[in-house]
Nanobody
Framework: QVQLVESGGGLVQAGGSLRLSCAAS????????MGWFRQAPGKEREFVAA????????NYADSVKGRFTISRDNAKNTVYLQMNSLKPEDTAVYYC?????????????????WGQGTQVTVSS
């Protein structure tokens, strides 16, 4: 069982930056592939980024490539999402997720555990 708690969301102007964190409980964090997803009002949840257990493999949605960076610190049981050059269309609730597979999957159903989410609002 893994419990995930996101933090770091907030209100930022377009062009600004935020760093989200996701703290995981348990001793096996380093064995999980981690992902970030987001859901805007009235829209379906969508994939943002994922990272393998070792941190050597990553996967990004086309909409965030070059602007967002996913990373992890296995010693701190934490995964991060650095978001730069934010746009109003990045406004959403951001969720952290964990899966036991080795592939940095982009489908939500591939993930076994989810956090409660953190709100990110980008003003124009």
């Amino acid at each position: 069982q893994v419990q995930l708690v996101e933090s770091g969301g907030g209100l930022v102007q377009a062009g600004g930056s935020l760093r989200l964190s996701c703290a995981a409980s348990g001793r096996t964090f380093s064995t999980y592939t981690m992902g970030w997803f987001r859901q805007a009002p009235g829209k379906e949840r969508e994939f943002v980024a994922a990272i393998t257990s070792s941190g050597r493999g990553t996967n990004y949605a086309d909409s965030v490539k070059g602007r967002f960076t996913i990373s992890r610190d296995n010693a701190k049981n934490t995964v991060y999402l650095q978001m730069n050059s934010l746009k109003p269309e990045d406004t959403a609730v951001y969720y952290c997720a964990a899966r036991q597979g080795t592939v940095p999957a982009s489908t939500g159903k591939s993930y076994d555990y989810w956090g409660q989410g953190t709100q990110v609002t980008v003003s124009s």
